[in-house]
């Protein structure tokens, strides 16, 4: 039991942190600019495969620093060209933008990469197991993925609280339009969180992407959970990301290991449902089964319950 | 940029089939070609087109017509594969074929059936290679739909008898994906380990989301924590790889019994489990099966398709297929799908390993020797350049595997 609670949790984490990566950027994005980015789980695609890519020449090492800079620089371009020149004609057209644009990207990536998952390779120094704990081994390549995830949350939250530039994110994240009126270069500011947003998702599909299957569904698979992350965590809120993220990523992770049904609960009163009852299926369907929906299912009691979110402060 | 060239290729294939060749015999062949399971679909793509080079280089049927195989991309969905197979049927392609997913053969028979009861002397046939699911030969039998590999009853049943030779075996945990096949292998695991081996455990069933999951370590641990020996599972495709995948991360050392532990990326996982001998698989034949015609044709399939990654060929049953196919349409001495049916319905055949294998035609469903093997080191053949390949530790001959079946088939009139 200890040893399932243990891996259980680590691999909770691993997942949340790498949700929180994504979020991070959608969050801020969101409470800067207003555009809930459709696209943010396609430019953490793009991040796996231009890391795929750049692995196939000079390995994995240079890839975790060239493709989110790429990736980067590719975001602050759709921000200053595309969406900027969007921005005039509303939300609803900004928001439709990132939505044809992550279709755009899904199939570009198909045909320069084929639609089959690519051998994107975990390096070969990391391909070991790093520990190992009651007869079960633990990868030292999640163990970097964990790292990794928290070193970067620990920077972005030092470079929003410590440095000048951050300060003024920060308050264009409360007051953007005070910040404008104070005579910073508000576009500039939005064209760099939306390319640092994008670097920040790419960073996530160059950890993730040996782990994970690097492959042309793995925007659209990821890119619900991210919303209910932003959702749940309270939109513009990053410390609510950060929560929801690492919530998110243990409920899923424990739910799989739970084999409750609905059945066994009234069992224990002394009442037996059977899969012929009414509703069968649903009454003996075990918490693990329903794991994928719980995160939805959280989604909709936030929005009814608690529609600002966890630590959301902030109608948009 | 391959695939704009393939597609490019395909275009310009399809324009000289529609002006011109007409003689051709089209194959749809429907099944994932993109997603998480679009590796096995792309294997099994690759092989039928090979076995179809090889019909056509030798002449091809009736005297010179030749067989044509289109590829349609179900995207794993019974729903999709409906849209495809209209497409198809649409385009002129009056037989076709699938096989990875039992939900999705299951649309399509049906789809089939009321198909060609509405457009008499339009018939389309559906062969079927790999959808196992028992209710495809029993409840919801079809006259149109024609199957080659062995139900997954017949196969739970031959791995249970292996499983009850093996007293070491004393925990057992089932785990499969959540829908019609993989709530069969479940039911017919309990049900007859619970006959064959009472003493027997089972400490772990379980069912997951199909191709959604791309890290199983939840589930390994959860495994893991059961203290299981053995794993039982139906898992294909994507869900084998993975699945075995997390299993080599996590050091998890227990026995597997697989159907599809051979599908495409399976054994390079199992390689990375280091578990010698201790995965294996039931199938109608493997690579270590030798027989001089079979032998020769898979050497010749891995030097034209095998690839970076050394795929051999999988499926006797789609060779048996296409040669059964290929017979009946000379025997028919036509390439309607009626007359095709018709020579099918009880066809006997002399299989590429010099082995008689047959059509039931109470069910549509080839009987055939089935073959439980391991994965590991110290054979002729291996398999995706791992060193390691498959041993047979079993044979069931064809008459052993003849279960009774329900079916009530309409012929017809």
Known sequence: MLELVIFSSLNGILYGMLLFLLASGLTLIFSMMGVLNFAHASFYMLGAYFGYQISRYVGYWPGLVIAPVLVGLVGALVERYGLRAVHKHGHVAELLFTFGLAFIIEEGVQMIWGKLAVDYRVPELLNFPAFTLFETTYPAFKLFMLLMSVATFLALLSLLTKTRVGLIIQAALSHPHTVGTLGHNVPLVFMMVFGVGCGLAALAGVIAGPALVTQPAMAASLGPILFVVVVVGGLGSLAGAFVASLAIGLIQTFAVAVNVSIADVIGLVGLKVDSNAFAGDLWNATVAQVAPVIPYLLLVLVLILRPHGLMGNRDS | ?413
């Open chain 2, 1 to 413: 940029m391959k695939n704009l060239l393939r597609s490019a290729l395909a275009g310009v294939a399809f324009l000289a089939a529609a002006f011109g060749a007409q003689a051709q015999i089209k194959i749809a062949y429907v099944d994932p070609l993109s997603g998480l399971q679009s590796a096995v679909g792309e294997h099994g793509l690759k092989q039928l087109q090979f076995a179809i080079e090889t019909v056509n280089a030798k002449g091809g049927v009736l005297g010179g017509q030749k067989l044509e195989v289109v590829g349609y991309d179900n995207k794993g969905t019974p729903q999709e594969s409906l849209v495809q197979v209209q497409k198809a049927i649409d385009a002129g392609i009056r037989y076709i074929t699938q096989g990875n997913g039992s939900g999705a053969a299951i649309a399509i028979s049906d789809f089939v059936s009321k198909y060609n009861e509405r457009n008499p002397g339009k018939e389309v046939l559906y062969f079927n290679y790999a959808a196992v699911d028992p209710s495809l030969t029993n409840d919801k039998c079809s006259y149109w739909h024609f199957r080659w590999d062995a139900n997954s009853d017949i196969k739970m049943a031959a791995l249970t008898n292996y499983i009850k030779t093996k007293s070491a075996i004393k925990k057992v945990y089932i785990i499969g994906q959540d829908y019609a096949f993989g709530q069969s292998v479940r039911k017919a695991a309990r049900e007859m380990l619970g006959q064959k081996r009472p003493d027997i455990q089972i400490v772990g069933d379980e069912l997951h989301p199909l191709a959604k999951i791309t890290d199983f370590s939840p589930y390994i641990a959860k495994i893991k924590a059961s203290g299981a020996d053995s794993v039982i599972t139906g898992n294909w495709g994507s869900d084998m790889a993975l699945l075995l995948k997390a299993a080599a991360d996590a050091g998890l050392q227990a026995d597997w019994y697989t159907y599809y532990a051979g599908g495409a990326g399976a054994p390079t996982a199992v390689r990375q489990t280091g578990l010698d001998h201790r995965v294996f698989q039931i199938s109608e034949w493997h690579t270590n099966v030798i027989a001089p015609e079979m032998e020769a044709f898979e050497e010749a399939f891995l030097k034209k398709y095998g690839g970076p990654n050394g795929q051999r060929w999988w499926y006797l049953r789609l060779k048996n297929q296409i040669d059964m196919f290929t017979n009946a349409i000379n025997q028919a001495k036509s390439a309607e799908p009626k007359a095709v049916a018709a020579v099918l319905h009880n066809m006997r055949h002399k299989n590429a390993l010099g082995v008689e294998i047959f059509m039931r035609p109470t069910d549509h469903s080839v009987f055939q020797d089935m073959y439980i093997s391991s994965l590991g080191s110290g054979t002729k053949y291996d398999e995706e350049k791992t060193g390691w390949g498959w041993k047979t530790v079993g044979v069931i001959p064809a008459a052993d595997t003849v279960i009774p079946t329900t079916c009530q088939m309409k012929a017809p009139t």
